[in-house]
């Protein structure tokens, strides 16, 4: 296949999307279009965009899905919280008491006292009974099946749950075994199950139906006035508690720095130390979590230079809102693998200290999020995810549960449509929220001010670097230092040694050879290249000239990161890793699968991979420093490199710990030296609003959204809104020809002709409100430019929807966005087709891409026939994802369409995403009420697309493919088997994992198990709460 070719199909430049024609000449700026324009692009380079790759896959990988399945009955969290807090203190008493009656009076108390939900003791007692159904219902079965080896851990781990358990109440964070639970509910039963119905009642496991059935008889059964008197009374001691719980939460928020670790209890210092290797923290980082507005709670931005170690601040500041003030926290990352990661990271600190770690990115996350009563929830989301949830806060009246936001890389506010989102994110915490603190930070933040303004936040600074960088050019053969200071900007270093055949000169004219064989291969070295194609070119070259001894340095181990790429590839592999892979050299783009990029990140890691070639995209996606990093060139594709995209690649040079000093080196042309004078002195670009980046997109979607969300009804609160915004601090820059007010004024008028949005009349005022359409939009998070074909598909869809296949509903869900980045190969397309079965020809022609259409393409015939093209490629892309559906091997599928394996596995991520956009969509119209059932399970076909024994252990964050095929060949079959796992076995049993991936894994199954069972158990207690307003009579 042609490479090259490939290379331009598929490519994606950047995450702007395809507009509509006539919603594009509506917001075509005026100099454009040459008339009437809504927005007014300001000059380009005010954009402050960064990293024009980065986003390739990751931008379109991820959903923007609204509100899931989850639907709470109660509202208030903090009260039962409080309630939850009280209770426990009078079951103690109880206990107490009981201890002393036993086995007393039980007989006495009927079954009134079980329709006061609320009331301390039997809730507690009810819930107790539930809690253990539900999590024998999840431990049960595996542990029949647990791997030998397991076992010996298992015994020791319930003799240590018992003692913990009599001990520290009910903490363990692995489920009971069933004979261990019955044993304590035995004890706890006789305590306090008062009623004797409930005392007789069989110890084995009853489901929730029956437990459900059973106190709702009892409920029935309850004189009603008894129970409305007793509420009435709960009110007001609800109240009390509430004020009482009020002051207290007061007084912990004063006197958090009281506590041994920044406010922290000393374990949190252990566990950073254990977990993170992290013994002392660096001067700055004490400095400014002393600062008086981090004690304060105001919003701050504050900004270092890479690996200055600014997450650890953030995730002190994430702990303390946490566990002191018992608030919910939601940490924003770029990207789905970062998102990932830090689930993993923080998932043994949540284990340890008590409060959950909850995934927002791809296709999970549930909206809005489940309430928890007695721990509070760390949200780690992409910023995509985290947009909608705070939506679905706001929705349902919750966004004051969240104390604190912190965005990761703040600048990337700069950046095109994903900064749009972030900007509308955190403008609408800022609006609706006023105890919700914001804290930004970032490497390459060059108008603080304008950011601050808009925050209304401080700002900390300073330039510490725990490793010193030190930045060089290379211009022919000389290497110079940069430095600002010198006139030149560059001062003379040294002459490059090299010695160099004709034949070597030729093919390595920049000497990129001798560049890399001065660190490799006992220290790291990435070599930043403009191109996909590049990168892997330069990878293929550097072997071509490296010695013997390069293969035999960790052999055996890269003998193993083939094998093991292999399978990753069901026994395809990339032909360039094949043959760089025995030198310990890879690369690393967009182009490769998801698995075959975390295997190359992890074995550059460990150091079985020495030098790795790679786009932008790895210096911003991923913490991976090395001790050398060379800038091929400066340029990413064809444009010249940014002053923070600069920053971004030469700060992954100088790994902290290892290194004492980090190097980068710019390979320069003669004509490119005074270009990149400006790009290595310059002060940083700034960052500039981005809702009017894409003819407005952003800005019409806010407004959107505002009116959906009944946060603004009119175009005043519109504007008053919008005053909140970047948008606004950057006015003057940015609205040239326009004001604010009027942008606001023709976004409302464009959003009523479109359908989206009416006015309702009363007698006395006129209100802005979205329609159904409008609603279905915004909640999807559809684009706008979309929505209507989007109705007007599932529509046609719906009037003969083929069943017996999958096509017809993947080509519902094949996103709009992908079909301008493919072109069919025709008798590739005619081949396909010929394959389907007569009812999916049918339904392809039903949608205007009939077969004789098709076949004269593949025969080279022109065709006059009026044929809707954009429906003719997206059925070809449907087809690509109908055939991965169906045989699960990206590889077999990128040879069989002649695509590349990277586009493939942007196709699925982005396709996946589109259908929990498309599902959202479907569930506020009520006429496609039979979409929801088959799309909630479309989605998590596609969002896996393995076979179906390995979704529940791919559902632990970072778990892939074939790691969760070794698992389950291991006999890890389900996420109970994995949370109940020891570590060091699993390590053991388990072929190149480390024991620190085995403990990330267990401990974020752990994770995830509490978690479902947490929700399971709150949706439990919603369903058996009696309403306040049930009418007594
Ligand atoms: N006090 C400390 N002592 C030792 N190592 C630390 C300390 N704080 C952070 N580190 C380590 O330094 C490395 C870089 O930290 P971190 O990822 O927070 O950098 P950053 O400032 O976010 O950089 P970037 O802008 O590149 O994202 C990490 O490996 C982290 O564990
Ligand atoms: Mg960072």
């Given amino acids: 296949m042609n490479a090259a070719k490939q290379e331009i199909k598929v490519k994606r430049v950047s995450s702007r999307k395809r507009s509509r024609d006539r919603f594009k000449s509506d917001l075509t700026p005026a100099k454009k279009k040459g008339g009437m324009c809504l927005l007014k692009y300001p000059p380009n380079d005010l954009y402050g965009t960064t990293m024009a790759d980065t986003n390739v896959v990751e931008y379109c990988s991820d959903s923007e899905d609204f509100f899931g399945g989850y639907d709470s009955i109660l509202e208030d969290s903090s009260v039962l919280a409080k309630l939850d807090y009280a209770e426990q203190n009078e079951r103690q008493q109880d206990v107490q008491h009981a201890a002393q009656d036993r086995p007393g009076n039980r007989q006495g108390t009927n079954f009134t006292s079980?329709?006061?939900?609320?009331?301390?003791?039997?809730?507690?007692?009810?819930?107790?009974?539930?809690?253990?159904?539900?999590?024998?219902?999840?431990?049960?079965?595996?542990?029949?099946?647990?791997?030998?080896?397991?076992?010996?851990?298992?015994?020791?781990?319930?003799?240590?749950?018992?003692?913990?358990?009599?001990?520290?109440?009910?903490?363990?964070?692995?489920?009971?075994?069933?004979?261990?639970?019955?044993?304590?509910?035995?004890?706890?039963?006789?305590?306090?199950?008062?009623?004797?119905?409930?005392?007789?009642?069989?110890?084995?496991?009853?489901?929730?139906?029956?437990?459900?059935?059973?106190?709702?008889?009892?409920?029935?059964?309850?004189?009603?006035?008894?129970?409305?008197?007793?509420?009435?009374?709960?009110?007001?001691v609800s109240e009390e508690i509430s004020v009482a719980m009020q002051a207290m939460e007061t007084v912990s928020a004063e006197t958090t720095d009281l506590g041994p670790f920044f406010g922290l209890p000393s374990k949190v210092k252990d566990l950073t130390y254990k977990l993170k290797g992290i013994k002392n923290l660096y001067d700055w980082q004490e400095k400014c979590l002393n600062l008086d507005c981090v004690q304060e709670r105001k919003n701050l931005i504050y900004s270092l230079p890479t690996s200055g170690g600014k997450t650890l601040v953030a995730e002190i500041l994430i702990l303390r809102e946490l566990l002191c003030r018992k608030k919910d926290c939601l940490f924003i990352l770029p990207y789905i693998s970062l998102v990932q990661e830090k689930v993993r990271g923080l998932a043994s600190f949540g284990l340890e200290l008590d409060f959950m770690v909850e995934e927002y990115a791809g296709s999970k996350g549930k909206f809005p999020p489940v309430k928890r009563r007695s721990k509070s929830s760390l949200y780690v989301a992409t910023i995509e995810k985290a947009h909608s949830l705070v939506n679905s806060l706001i929705e349902t009246n919750r966004l004051d549960s969240l104390g604190l936001v912190v965005v990761d890389e703040l600048h990337m506010l700069g950046d095109g449509n994903r900064g749009a989102i972030i900007e509308m994110t955190l403008a609408k915490v800022l609006y609706m929220s006023k105890?919700?603190?914001?804290?930004?930070?970032?490497?390459?933040?060059?108008?603080?001010?304008?950011?601050?303004?808009?925050?209304?936040?401080?700002?900390?600074?300073?330039?510490?670097?725990?490793?010193?960088?030190?930045?060089?050019?290379?211009?022919?053969?000389?290497?110079?230092?940069?430095?600002?200071?010198?006139?030149?900007?560059?001062?003379?270093?040294?002459?490059?040694?090299?010695?160099?055949?004709?034949?070597?000169?030729?093919?390595?004219?920049?000497?990129?050879?001798?560049?890399?064989?001065?660190?490799?291969?006992?220290?790291?070295?990435?070599?930043?290249?403009?191109?996909?194609?590049?990168?892997?070119?330069?990878?293929?070259?550097?072997?071509?000239?490296?010695?013997?001894?390069?293969?035999?340095?960790?052999?055996?181990?890269?003998?193993?990161?083939?094998?093991?790429?292999?399978?990753?590839?069901?026994?395809?592999?990339?032909?360039?890793?094949?043959?760089?892979?025995?030198?310990?050299?890879?690369?690393?783009?967009?182009?490769?699968t998801t698995e075959e990029r975390k295997l190359v990140e992890e074995a550059y890691s460990s150091g079985v991979l020495c030098l790795l070639t790679c786009t932008s995209t790895l210096a911003a996606g991923i913490n991976l420093p090395a001790r050398r990093v060379i800038l091929r060139s400066p340029y990413v594709a064809t444009d010249f490199l940014k002053r923070s995209q600069y920053k971004q690649m030469v700060g992954r040079a100088g790994r902290a710990g290892i290194d004492t000093v980090g190097e980068s080196i710019l390979i320069l042309q003669d004509k490119e030296r005074t270009m990149a004078k400006t790009l290595v002195c310059a002060p940083v670009e700034n960052c500039y609003s981005n809702l009017l980046h894409d003819d407005g997109k952003g800005l019409l979607s806010l407004i959107l959204s505002l009116i959906g969300l009944k946060v603004t009804t009119s175009v005043e609160q519109v504007t008053d809104f919008l005053s909140q915004t970047l948008l606004h601090v950057q006015e003057k820059q940015l609205c040239v020809k326009k004001s604010l007010w009027e942008f606001a004024q023709e976004c409302v008028e464009m959003l009523k002709e479109k359908g989206l949005i009416t006015v309702t009349t009363d007698s006395q005022s006129e209100a802005l409100q979205v329609t159904r359409l409008g609603k279905a939009t915004f909640k999807g998070s559809v684009d706008l430019t979309y929505s209507d074909i989007l109705y007007s598909d599932l529509s046609k869809g719906l009037e003969g929807l083929l069943l017996n296949s999958y096509l017809h509903l993947v080509y519902l869900v094949t996103p709009y966005d992908m079909i301008s980045q493919c072109k069919p190969e025709w008798m590739i397309y005619f081949r396909q087709f010929t394959l389907l079965s007569a009812a999916e020809q049918k339904m392809s022609a039903a949608v205007g891409v009939p077969e004789s259409f098709v076949a004269r393409k593949a025969a080279g015939q022109s065709v006059k026939k009026n044929v809707n093209m954009e429906a003719v490629t997206r059925m070809y892309l449907a087809l690509v994802l109908f055939s991965l559906l169906k045989e699960t091997n990206l590889w077999n599928v990128a040879e069989k369409f002649q695509l590349s394996r990277g586009f493939i596995q942007t196709l699925l991520n982005s396709s996946s995403a589109f259908c929990s956009c498309v599902l959202h969509f479907t569930e506020e119209l009520e006429e496609f009420w039979p979409f929801k059932a088959l799309l909630m399970e479309l989605t998590r076909r596609l969002s896996y697309c393995v076979k179906a024994e390995l979704i529940p252990l791919m559902e632990v964050a970072g778990v892939m493919e074939s790691r969760a095929k070794q698992l389950y060949n291991a006999g890890y079959k389900t996420l109970t088997h994995l949370a109940n796992a020891d570590p060091s076995i699993l390590a053991r049993s388990i072929e190149n994992l480390y024991k620190k991936q085995a403990s990330q894994i267990v401990a974020s199954a752990k994770m995830l198990l509490n978690e479902k069972a947490a929700a399971l158990q709150e949706e439990v207690d919603d369903l058996l709460m009696i309403p306040l307003d049930l009418p007594s009579h």
């Fill in 114 to 236: 079980l329709r006061l939900s609320k009331d301390s003791t039997l809730k507690r007692a009810c819930d107790d009974v539930l809690t253990d159904s539900i999590l024998e219902g999840l431990q049960d079965e595996p542990f029949d099946y647990l791997p030998a080896t397991q076992c010996e851990f298992q015994e020791q781990i319930l003799e240590n749950t018992k003692r913990h358990k009599h001990h520290d109440g009910e903490k363990t964070s692995t489920p009971l075994r069933d004979t261990e639970k019955l044993a304590e509910a035995d004890v706890e039963s006789d305590i306090l199950h008062k009623t004797k119905r409930q005392r007789d009642m069989p110890k084995a496991r009853r489901s929730v139906a029956d437990q459900l059935k059973r106190t709702m008889l009892c409920n029935a059964a309850a004189p009603s006035s008894v129970s409305r008197s007793v509420v009435l009374k709960e009110a007001v």
């Fill in 435 to 592: 105890t919700t603190q914001i804290i930004g930070m970032s490497a390459t933040l060059g108008n603080i001010k304008d950011l601050q303004m808009f925050l209304r936040a401080e700002n900390y600074t300073n330039d510490f670097r725990p490793v010193q960088l030190k930045e060089y050019v290379k211009l022919r053969d000389t290497i110079y230092e940069v430095d600002p200071k010198e006139e030149e900007c560059f001062k003379f270093s040294r002459v490059l040694n090299f010695k160099y055949s004709s034949s070597m000169q030729k093919i390595d004219p920049d000497h990129i050879i001798a560049l890399v064989t001065e660190v490799i291969p006992t220290q790291s070295c990435l070599v930043f290249c403009p191109t996909k194609k590049n990168c892997e070119n330069v990878a293929g070259m550097i072997c071509k000239y490296l010695k013997e001894d390069f293969l035999k340095h960790k052999e055996a181990e890269k003998a193993l990161l083939l094998r093991e790429l292999k399978d990753s590839g069901n026994g395809s592999m990339c032909p360039v890793l094949r043959r760089t892979v025995p030198y310990g050299i890879g690369y690393h783009h967009s182009g490769l």
